[in-house]
């Protein structure tokens, strides 16, 4: 009879401590970090080909890039980036159309920045600064070399679908493009495809993006100094490339394009490519290599 009351003894307090474990607060979930208050992203880049909207920037050279942004509240951000550029005013013993040989370029930009679950919307100000533009406001072959800083305000929405594809696109518009006095307004769309899930080394990535864009030019207006006013040529371009990550690294191989032609005109005269970038040669077909390292303070804590 002993052993029997041991044994219900026992049942019992069994019973009871599996039903104090069913009545037991389940451990909540930790709870995810809080947004940093600020952080402060920066990167290197060494490309082959600094290419803006299909024109070269570096009169084909390579260039070196790098910038640092500052980011408050998951909200408010401001950047500086920098580039080495190549607008020779100066080619053969010849005079190049409207170019000032600046010996840098300064992207000084801030906006409003936040992402809603997969939606990501941008809306800023960018100032793109030359310093050293030694043939500004002088004649070559008979057209001013306008100072070349300008600014655009500019719109970018990006929409993460799932984890594998990304669309997106970039509106930018300025009543002064690179100093001529001509409207200029930039539509573009934008496609990612990241393939990283199904990359069998740790930490590599690779993805696969392209653009496709239009820009909305219009006349020059130099002012009461000089008379020699047109209309600059409105062009299509584009770029396709795939992209290998390691942690911190990019690797970017990259193809370019637009609608603007090269060379001279049976007259003598710039094509569409010489009258919006002053280099019969800036455009056409590019194949550019780049290698770039990305990262923030807080992603290195």
Not at 90 to 108: F, H, K, R
Not at 124 to 140: A, D, I, K
Not at 230 to 249: I, R
Request: aromatic share 16%; net charge negative.
């Amino acid at each position: 009879m002993k052993k029997i009351a041991l044994v219900a003894a026992s049942m019992l307090i069994a019973g009871s401590a599996s039903a104090a474990d069913l009545t037991m607060p389940v451990k909540a979930a930790p709870a995810p970090e809080p947004t940093p208050v600020w952080d402060l992203a920066f990167g290197a880049k060494l490309t082959s080909d600094y290419i803006f909207r299909g024109m070269t920037q570096t009169n084909g050279d390579p260039a070196i890039q790098g910038y640092a942004e500052l980011r408050l509240f998951d909200w408010v951000y401001g950047g500086l980036f920098m580039s080495s550029v190549n607008f020779p005013s100066v080619i053969n013993n010849y005079q190049v159309t409207g170019l000032t040989d600046p010996s840098a370029e300064m992207d000084i930009y801030g906006g409003l920045r936040h992402t809603w679950s997969g939606l990501t919307l941008d809306v800023g100000y960018v100032y793109y600064y030359y310093p050293g533009q030694l043939s500004e406001n002088s004649y070559t072959l008979g057209v001013p070399a306008a100072n070349m800083n300008y600014w655009e305000v500019y719109f970018k929405p990006t929409y993460a679908i799932n984890d594998m594809f990304t669309v997106g696109g970039n509106l930018y518009y300025s009543s002064d493009y690179v100093g001529t006095g001509s409207d200029d307004t930039y539509l573009s769309g934008t496609l990612k495809v990241d393939f990283s899930k199904y990359s069998v080394v740790k930490d590599v990535g690779f993805y696969v993006s392209g653009e496709f864009g239009y820009q909305w030019l219009g006349w020059t207006n130099y002012g009461n100094i000089y008379a020699v006013n047109y209309e600059l040529p409105s062009y299509a371009s584009w770029n396709v490339g795939v992209a290998f990550t390691y942690k911190a690294a990019t690797l970017d191989l990259r193809y370019y394009g637009s609608e603007l032609s090269e060379g001279y005109l049976p007259n003598g005269t710039f094509n569409t490519c010489g009258q919006v970038s002053g280099l019969s040669n800036a455009c056409g077909d590019r194949f550019v290599a780049s290698l770039s390292f990305d990262t923030s303070l807080n992603a290195l804590k």
